[in-house]
């Protein structure tokens, strides 16, 4: 959502100026009456990035970054400040003091010299996409709007411990089948690299003619073992060609829609990413941001783009007037027992509980799939570690049967 840059006067006439979001500066108008401030001036801001080459290449690299452990003990003791009834700006001075993350600090610092400038809350985080999603920044502006911003804290850091552990969940589905890979990529290279050439003086003494895939076997070894830079090179260009490509827009598109293809673990990338579409957009509804924009949020927060596309349809569809469990059932994501969920909360009233029940679906499905992974994978490897072993039987091993058949 664009940000929009306002100067305004409050009701003692006193100007006040901040960043918001909107879908236009209409939009932004409204917000700011809501609140008791008459626009003067609102004009479309663009977040300047950092010109720290240093900072930039943290990072990018990884060493800067606020992970959702970070936020979820954010909000969490936010929320212990607010009830308190702790003063917003002091709070903060503290946080910032107790913060573990550098970049973290550094930005809460930053969020106390924009309040104390006369931003609101909600705006002084969204001057900061890249530390505060916009989840978070729309359920801040909700709770200051409502006068409940300690329950917007509240619900924020249940929302980031179920998305931290349903990360967990999905990461260990796919640690098994990574390690299993790397681990056959390893018997492999060693296999080329060190056991076939030692193969490779045995059939020279003999002279005589090797079948076609015994050549290919000693030609790919003698490659690898004399060029061996040149594979690893080979295999770090493809690595960051991939990288690359997933960073472009079709890429990532492409990308997220093939990970839910993948054999067994798609499935349960699939289910987890449901899961926090319907945590998020269930707290979002029940914070009281508006439906369109709670499906805008939730596009966004699923962080699958295949995924978003599908919800951005789904925003189209309720737009256009259609229900919103009718507009689910078109995009192909969901079960029928969801679905009926769905229609049975709008008929009710409570979409948002009846998608907290679809999120707990969602991910007792997730944890029934992690129990039963090892049972699932298990004859993939088998198949694929017996093909190779056949591979490598029928290059290596039959000549040197048919050489000690003519030898005797």
């Given amino acids: 959502m664009p940000q929009y840059k306002y100067k305004g006067r409050n009701d003692k006439g006193e100007l006040i100026s901040g960043v918001l979001e909107g879908e236009s500066s209409d939009g932004v108008a409204r917000q700011l009456m809501n609140t008791g401030i008459t626009p003067v ?238 945590r998020t957009f269930a707290m979002s509804y029940r914070s009281g941001v508006p439906l369109l924009q709670a499906l805008n949020l939730v596009s966004r927060a699923v962080d699958n783009e295949y995924v978003a596309e599908r919800i951005l349809q789904m925003r189209n569809g309720v737009e256009r007037g259609e229900s919103l469990s009718r507009t689910a059932t078109t995009t192909g994501l969901f079960t029928p027992l969801v679905l009926q969920m769905l229609a049975v909360g709008e008929e009710t009233g409570a979409v948002d509980e009846m998608l907290d029940e679809a999120a707990e679906f969602y991910e007792q499905e997730v944890a029934y799939e992690l129990e039963n992974i090892g049972a699932s994978i298990e004859p993939i490897l088998i198949v694929i570690m017996g093909a190779l072993v056949l591979v490598l039987a029928l290059g290596v091993f039959l000549p040197m049967w048919d050489l000690a058949r003519v030898a005797f």
């Fill in 41 to 278: 001036e609102i004009q479309a801001h663009e977040e300047r990035p950092s010109t720290d080459i240093g900072e930039l290449m943290r990072r990018q690299i990884g060493f800067q970054k606020v992970r959702i452990t970070d936020l979820q003990l954010f909000c969490r003791q936010m929320y212990s400040l607010t009830r308190s009834g702790v003063p917003i700006t002091r709070g903060l001075r503290s946080l910032a003091a107790s913060a573990t993350n550098p970049l973290l600090r550094r930005v809460i610092g930053e969020l106390v010299e924009s309040l104390e400038s006369g931003r609101d809350l909600a705006g002084s985080l969204a001057r900061h996409p890249d530390v505060f999603p916009p989840v978070l920044v729309s359920i801040v502006r909700v709770g200051e709007d409502s006068g409940r911003l300690e329950e917007s804290f509240q619900r924020l850091y249940e929302y980031f411990t179920l998305e931290k552990k349903t990360g967990q969940q999905i990461k260990s589905a796919m640690r098994y089948p990574l390690i299993v890979l790397v681990a056959m990529s390893i018997a492999i290279g060693v296999l080329v690299m060190v056991v076939i050439p030692a193969f490779t003086s045995v059939f020279a003494q003999f002279g005589a003619d090797l079948p076609l895939p015994t050549r290919i076997i000693l030609g790919v070894s003698d490659f690898a073992s004399s060029y061996w830079y040149l594979v690893l090179g080979g295999v770090a260009a493809l690595v960051f060609a991939l990288r690359a490509w997933v960073r472009t827009e079709s890429g990532r598109y492409r990308w997220d829609r093939a990970k839910f293809r993948i054999p067994v673990v798609g499935s349960i990338v699939l289910r987890g990413t449901l899961a926090r579409f319907a």
